[in-house]
């Protein structure tokens, strides 16, 4: 079975970091381009950065310079690296995992369940 499960999530203080796993199975992860979402309570869920099946990587410009994407295709594990960290980036983070088989078709699409980050004093 598919299943993305992260991990690292926790309570810090501004300016402190948190480093979240989110560990794979049940695909090929190494062709997948994967990807941090959050969502805060009543927003919408955000796109936070991405990383492609080549280690291209993007993120949002509110987290560039303090959040680090990066995966190992050994280990089956993408991971956020989360420096700097403001009350503002208070949510629930959820790991994605993409891929398109074929470019007529809709992409495939999984998600895991999310961890709690809560940054405040």
């Known amino acids: 079975q598919v299943q993305l499960v992260e991990s690292g999530g926790g309570l810090v203080q501004p300016g402190g970091s948190l480093k979240l796993s989110c560990a794979a199975s049940g695909f090929i992860f190494n062709i997948y381009s994967m990807a941090w979402y959050r969502q805060a309570p009543g927003k919408q869920r955000e796109l936070v950065a991405t990383i492609t099946s080549g280690s291209i990587t993007n993120y949002v410009d509110s987290v560039k310079g303090r959040f680090t994407i990066s995966r190992d295709n050994t280990k089956n594990t993408v991971y956020l690296q989360m420096n700097s960290l403001k009350p503002e980036d208070t949510a629930v983070y959820y790991c994605?995992?993409?891929?398109?088989?074929?470019?007529?078709?809709?992409?495939?699409?999984?998600w895991g369940q999310g961890t709690q980050v809560t940054v405040s004093s």
């Open positions: 994605n995992a993409n891929h398109q088989f074929d470019t007529t078709m809709r992409p495939v699409n999984f």
